[in-house]
């Protein structure tokens, strides 16, 4: 560094730095929390950041705190798969966007101004007591490069291999928040990226993903309890899973809910196994699909064109027919490839053991191909009819396939 005050910032930042001083009086006036979600919306080369962000705990946390720098990375700078880069490291996914929030308001022209020796900068990572000593902090240097200088953020432990560099500020409302874009996603101290990539990243939680979520109690206790949360993640190496999840309003709604929640234990997992395509498959790619009706993964437990979902867009959104009730995807709950999770506005009940009609839905013996093997492996026949019905509450039970409804006498 030459004398005479800091050396000059990069083009690339000084150019930030003009950008964000244009948009800065178009921003909202400073509130008790930051919405990091609204302050990204505006910019969509970080709109891949800010779903990132959105799916974890994280712009939750974010909302009761104000003076802070975002450390945001590009959509071309981010990993194909961010959960997979974090836990190819060994580290969380959201403990990784935590070091990227500082607990300091950052103006680009505190950054010309930092000392020869860098500045240590805590982190939100610092907060949740997972970091030994001063490791959820990052150290802020500079680096001269010919006549300029780039910012780099880097771990303060000695031999740290992950850091990025500053690209430029994006835009900042004074002094609640500051948006920098970085060039990677940085791994806090302690994880070893290099020697665990070539590991598989574990599989998703589904259940702990819909505790997080808030609003999933019925079906998370149903995939708890069934065990088929644990076929859901050894299907996610591969094509990846799509996962249906009903909201607990759902259930509460549906007719009989009782009864659905009281089947058998294997006719409950092929309901569960109904909610579940066996590709991953983004919000973008379910609205632009080619082949609208798609096979679930209880279709692999039965046969070709059997327990299958209807996919179409109706009036915008992304509307799900099962050949009894038709849904809609109401949000998105988790997306990190090989997952996504995507809440639906009803309970998926397929015809092939379900029909609706002026009594209601209306219960069906289930198909010998959804039926559990017996000891040999062979699948099990079903019964002609239910040996012994419990008091149905007006469901009427069906013979066979459910073609032929017989009522409850």
């Known amino acids: 560094m030459g004398r005479g005050g800091p050396p000059p910032l990069s083009p690339r930042l000084a150019l930030g730095t003009a950008l964000m001083l244009l948009v800065v009086s178009a921003l909202p006036s400073p509130a008790a929390g930051v919405n990091v979600t609204a302050v990204l919306a505006a910019f969509p080369n970080f709109a ?97 490069v010919g006549p300029n200088s780039t910012v780099v953020v880097r771990s303060p432990a000695p031999a740290s291999g992950s850091n990025a560099t500053v690209l430029g500020a ?19 101290s302690g994880f070893d990226l290099a020697a665990s990539e070539s590991r598989p990243p574990p599989p998703v939680n589904i259940t702990r993903v819909l505790a997080d979520a808030r609003g999933f109690n019925v079906v998370a206790s149903m995939l708890e309890a069934s065990g088929v949360a644990e076929e859901f993640e050894a299907d996610e190496h591969g094509a990846g899973i799509t996962v249906f999840v009903p909201t607990d309003d759902a259930f509460a709604s549906l007719p009989a809910t009782d009864r659905l929640q009281s089947l058998p234990a294997e006719r409950k997992a092929v309901v569960l196994r109904f909610h579940v395509l066996h590709s991953y498959y983004p919000l973008g790619s379910l ?22 979902l209807n996919i179409t867009r109706v009036n915008g959104s992304i509307a799900i027919d099962t050949g009894v009730v038709q849904a809609s995807i109401t949000r998105t709950v988790f997306d ?55 008091d149905l509450h007006g469901i009427r039970e069906m013979d066979g396939w459910g073609e032929n409804s017989v009522a409850a006498k």
């Not at 609640?176 to 940085?186: C, E, F, P, R, Y």
């Not at 609205?287 to 299958?308: C, D, K, Y």
Request: hydrophobic fraction near 45%.
């Open 336 to 390: 990190q490839n090989p997952v996504a999770v995507f809440a639906v506005s009803k309970v998926l009940l397929p015809k092939e053991m379900f029909r609706r009609g002026d009594a209601g839905i209306m219960a069906a013996v289930p198909p010998s191909t959804a039926m559990a093997p017996d000891d040999a492996g062979n699948k099990q026949s079903p019964p002609t009819r239910l040996s012994s019905p419990p």
């Open 170 to 188: 994006v835009t900042a409302v004074p002094y609640n928040i500051s948006v920098l874009a970085v060039g990677g996603l940085i791994i806090p």
């Open 48 to 144: 891949d950041f800010a779903r990132l962000l959105a799916s974890t705990p994280v712009a939750g946390e974010l909302a009761g705190r104000s003076s802070l720098t975002l450390l945001a990375v590009p959509n071309a700078n981010l990993p194909q798969s961010p959960s997979a880069f974090a836990a190819a490291a060994g580290a969380d996914i959201a403990d990784v966007l935590r070091y990227h929030v500082l607990l300091e308001y950052l103006a680009p022209s505190d950054l010309s101004r930092l000392p020869s020796s860098g500045k240590l900068v805590t982190t939100l990572f610092q907060t949740t007591g997972r970091a030994p000593s001063d490791l959820g902090a990052v150290n802020l240097t500079v680096h001269p």
């Open 287 to 308: 609205e632009s699909i080619v082949n609208p009706v798609q096979p679930t993964l209880a279709t692999e437990f039965t046969e070709a064109g059997r327990f299958t």
